[in-house]
């Protein structure tokens, strides 16, 4: 077995070979003058090979280069191809929202299906879109890695646990069985045409030390909102937590702004808050998958 590191997952390949007592190779890329990518792997693989490769932005090429390394692999070898995509770009475009739009992650889950015999990835945005890839497939989430951190960081805080938002709820919930934390989630209330209140299901978070936790922070407003609301009901201090730290427009500034200490984050996309990896559960998904 091979794990085939891509550049902007190093990290968490490195951790996963060592998971898997795995042999480790980076895979090469380059542009042509027109710009077209070309990447290259280890030209005499066998058995199976692991292609790990994230997506964030820029994705397009990221999807690109994803779909051009699964080919590299099998063509030079491998009898079996994984791609472990810890973070799929379009995965938040799940269904068809107007007349005329397309279910893009669909789109992409055939492609990367089209090209490996195998997938993993890392707190799906919705877990039922797993569903969309045509090969042997997993969802794994960091979340229990990520409770062990924060139980340690913070735990003599006895913080709260809180997903954002009700999507991020089973988030929030794993996160906190870790350590037996109190969890919950905010509920957006409209209470009249133009008012609306944010607030925990049901937990007082008057006084307490509160992580959000939620599968990604992109430009960071969901977190942002969630703070002022957190802020209101007279929750002492802030923590941000996600699985994805895409960190688009200067969101971790904008975080800090509104109150966040510090934000934790896992090794699926490259950032600088990474402080658990994913490698464990992928490892567990990889041994079920391959056997
Ligand atoms: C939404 O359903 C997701 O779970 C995240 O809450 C959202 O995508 C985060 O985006 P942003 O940081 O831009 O609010």
Redo the contacts with the bound molecule.
């Keep these: 077995m091979i794990v085939l590191a891509s550049h902007g997952s190093s990290r968490l390949a490195t951790a996963l070979a060592e998971e898997l007592d795995a042999e480790l190779a980076a895979v090469e890329e380059d542009r042509f003058p027109d710009g077209e990518w070309i990447t290259r792997v280890p030209p005499d693989l066998e058995g199976t090979a692991i292609v790990v490769h994230t997506t964030p932005a820029p994705q397009d090429e990221n999807l690109i280069k994803l779909l051009i390394t699964l080919d590299a692999a099998r063509e030079n070898g491998a009898d079996e191809v994984v791609a472990v995509v810890p973070y799929v770009a379009y995965s938040?475009q799940d269904r068809r929202f107007e007349p005329g739009d397309p279910v893009s992650f669909r789109a992409v889950a055939r492609a990367i299906s089209a090209n490996a015999d195998a997938f993993v990835t890392v707190d799906l945005?919705e877990p039922s879109t797993l569903e969309f890839f045509e090969v042997p497939s997993e969802n794994v989430t960091a979340a229990e890695e990520m409770g062990r951190f924060i139980a340690e960081e913070l735990g003599e805080e006895d913080p709260v646990i809180v997903g954002?938002?009700e999507?991020?709820r089973e988030l929030a919930k794993t996160v906190a069985e870790v350590f037996d934390a109190e969890w919950d989630h905010l509920e957006k209330e409209r209470i009249s045409g133009d008012e609306v209140v944010i607030e925990p299901k049901e937990i007082d978070v008057e006084g307490r030390t509160v992580v959000l936790v939620?599968?990604?922070?992109?430009?960071?407003?969901?977190?942002v909102e969630a703070a002022k609301a957190l802020k209101e009901l007279g929750a002492e201090r802030l923590y941000a937590a996600c699985t994805h730290a895409l960190l688009t427009r200067n969101?971790d500034a904008r975080l800090r702004a509104a109150g966040f200490e510090d934000i934790f984050a896992t090794d699926t996309v490259p950032n600088p808050y990474t402080v658990v990896s994913a490698a464990r559960p992928v490892a567990e998904a990889i041994r079920e998958l391959v056997g």
Excluded: C, L
């Excluded at 939620?214 to 977190?223: A, H, K, L, Q, W």
């Design positions: 938040r945005h954002p938002d999507g991020a939620d599968d990604m922070i992109d430009t960071g407003g969901t977190m969101a």
